[in-house]
């Protein structure tokens, strides 16, 4: 029996419920009325406590700020028709939380106050989930670090809290992508497969010099020679070629997504060949100029199962097909919404109950 934590709780005198609209909801914009906060100091995490969402006073010299120790978790919570509201394979991204944390040379989080802590707020916060289709109550765990300090050195105090907000899908349209040929977002031996902060900083430039190119999302490729898929910018990339379904292996410079390992499970029950391997480029183009590349998209989170309409590659752009008639992501995301959404059965015990 796992142990049910002590977390102080004061609830808000003023909830932003009803002045929230549910009906245009763009992604990140608006909170839910708590937030989780614990402290890291003298080697413990300490002061569990749900308190109601807004700001927080820190030191201007904290280190997260300067040298960026700090990183985060992206997850969801769901309504079922029946009331009930589910978290989505939250174990799988406690492990993640502490590989980012331990790369970063951060403190572990115990996995019942990664699952407590949640679940706290979103038992708190229910009424926040969405009941809309393809909606969802996104939750955000993340850690920094809060010694006043400018040493370049660990910081011996850190702060994990957990925000949450109703969301709709990420990306509202069928993707344009660019093959990244020139900038790099991971090498090996760097912190690819940590959700880091500076994972995502470090990407905004060739994000926003591909937007004025008219792309939506970057497909990265290894630092060395540019020649292999990595994944994208908030998603990993899947394709199906040739009837298998290919991804490149999550290892060091790719974060090992929830989703991914979600469509790879579903993949296999349904007798379909998967491959995790080096994908290069080539063989991408190869297979969108013969037809042999039958489906491509992102899969994360936050974008769920992205389409993608078209690949550029050194200012070439190759069109795949109508993602409407493409069957693997079709029945993959109506899969996966029928067991977030409590429409299916939860075989593999995916749904976290709050
Ligand atoms: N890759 C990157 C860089 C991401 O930011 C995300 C989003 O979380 C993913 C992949 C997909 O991971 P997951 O399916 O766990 O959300
Ligand atoms: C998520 O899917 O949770 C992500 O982290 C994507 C985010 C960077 C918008």
Redesign the pocket.
């Known amino acids: 029996m796992t142990e049910t934590l002590d977390i102080k709780i004061t609830k808000t005198t003023h909830s932003r419920l009803a002045e929230t609209d549910f009906d245009n909801l763009p992604f990140g914009k608006t909170f839910s009325d708590h937030m989780f906060v614990a402290d890291y100091a003298d080697g413990e995490w300490k002061n569990l406590q749900v308190i109601p969402y807004g700001e927080i006073g820190l030191s201007p010299a904290i280190s997260a700020l300067h040298y960026g120790q700090s990183f985060f978790e992206?997850l969801k919570a769901y309504k079922h028709a029946d009331g009930k509201v589910t978290i989505f394979r939250p174990d799988k991204n406690a492990i993640r939380f502490n590989k980012s944390a331990e790369r970063l040379c951060m403190p572990t989080l115990p996995e019942e106050i990664f699952l407590q802590s949640m679940a706290a707020v979103v038992d708190l916060d229910r009424e926040w989930v969405p009941s809309k289709p393809n909606h969802a109550l996104y939750i955000r765990p993340f850690m920094f670090a809060t010694d006043p300090y400018l040493g370049v050195t660990p910081s011996a105090t850190y702060k994990y809290m957990v925000i949450c907000g109703p969301v709709g899908p990420?990306f509202s349209k069928t993707l344009r992508v660019k093959i990244e040929t020139y900038y790099t977002r991971a090498a090996e031996g760097g912190m690819g497969y940590a959700k880091a902060a500076g994972n995502?900083g470090s990407a905004m430039l060739p994000s926003r010099k591909a937007a004025e190119e008219g792309f939506d999302q970057l497909i990265w490729t290894d630092a060395k020679e540019h020649k292999y898929v990595e994944e994208m910018g908030?998603a990993n990339a899947m394709f199906m070629l040739d009837g298998k379904l290919i991804t490149a292996e999550a290892k060091d410079t790719i974060l090992d997504g929830v989703t991914r390992d979600t469509v790879i499970a579903l993949a296999k029950e349904w007798g379909i060949e998967v491959e995790t391997r080096k994908v290069s480029v080539a063989e991408i183009i190869e297979g969108a100029k013969t037809g042999k590349l039958t489906d491509a998209f992102g899969a994360?989170?936050?974008?769920t199962i992205a389409s993608v309409g078209s690949i550029s590659v050194d200012g070439e752009e190759y069109f795949l097909s109508d993602p409407k008639t493409r069957e693997f992501s079709q029945k993959v995301l109506a899969t996966l919404d029928a067991i977030k959404y409590g429409r299916a059965e939860d075989t593999h015990g995916w749904n976290y109950l709050v």
């Open positions: 992206g990420y995502y908030a994360g989170t936050a974008a």
